[in-house]
């Protein structure tokens, strides 16, 4: 295979893929490679105005950008939306799901026993990440089951390979990522076509929105004992950068992983291969 056929691969002109949670600070950096890439990109977020801040790098003379609302705890307006996002495009060829995070009242801390995590708190965390994977995984999987081919990307966590301190509900919700992305991969797979796909990036840690004022200090920038302690467990001793994501996710987008379904690929720096001896 020459650089001009793999160029080639990397090439998604013609081809829409709908990216949840698409107006945060992951998804935002996947879904502007994509236009970049020449794809149409759906980005379906509760909050679509969150994407202005990147709207200039999601133009292209070739892909388009489509920012929508969606709620992907909510399969009646995800149908809605997938109605909508098929009628401007003419179809679905890929979903990303992008949509996730954690809730403070959900995290451990000193003035917060794990005995006393409210239940509402976990239950949202966990219902956005397994729940808000599963509920678009229906939706738009019904899209490609009906092609015959299509291609799902989850967004795990490292979370889910080794339990992080003070993020039980988490934690768990990743873990459960992991475990549906094998399931889904196997049961598409027999029961529809092998053509469909479906595989999960694990991220390590990653400085975003959420997260930086845990693993920084907000009034000086310093590390805090949490981020110095990642970093000591993190081979080449950095935070991730949205931008390390996009290697992974284009390949398996692309044609050059067509054998590849039912895995979860780090993407963390090395955390999960250093024993810490």
């Known amino acids: 295979m020459n650089l001009q056929e793999l160029t080639h691969h990397y090439d998604f002109t013609g081809k829409t893929i709908v990216i949840t949670g698409g107006a945060g600070i992951l998804g935002g950096e996947i879904a502007c490679a994509l236009v970049g890439c020449n794809a149409n990109v759906a980005i379906i977020d509760r909050e679509p105005s969150l994407a202005q801040r990147f709207i200039k790098r999601l133009e292209s003379p070739v892909g388009r950008a489509l920012i929508v609302y969606g709620d992907v705890l909510d399969v009646n307006v995800l149908r809605q939306t997938a109605d909508r996002i098929v009628q401007e ?43 808000g994977t599963i509920l678009p995984s229906q939706v738009f999987g019904r899209i490609f089951a009906q092609k015959g081919e299509g291609n799902i990307l989850n967004i795990s966590s490292m979370s889910a390979f080794r339990p992080l301190t003070r993020v039980p509900g988490y934690s768990s919700a990743k873990a459960g990522v992991s475990n549906f992305t094998q399931w889904l991969a196997v049961h598409l797979a027999q029961e529809y076509s092998p053509k469909i796909r479906v595989n ?3 991220p390590g840690f990653f400085l975003t929105d959420q997260n930086r004022y845990l693993l920084t200090d907000e009034k000086t920038g310093a590390l805090t004992e949490r981020g110095k302690a990642i970093l000591a467990h993190t081979p080449m001793n ?40």
């Open 89 to 131: 495009f003419g179809t679905v060829d890929a979903l990303i799901n992008a949509a996730g995070g954690n809730k403070p009242q959900a995290t451990t801390s000193q003035d917060l026993a794990f005995f006393d995590l409210p239940t509402d708190a976990l239950r949202f965390v966990f219902d956005l990440n397994l729940l």
């Open 200 to 202: 999960a990036i694990a």
């Open 238 to 277: 950095r935070f991730g950068t949205p931008e390390d994501l996009l290697g992974t996710v284009l390949w398996l987008l692309s044609p050059l992983s067509a054998f590849v379904t039912g895995v979860v690929v780090p993407i963390d720096g090395g955390f999960q291969a250093f024993s810490g001896v």
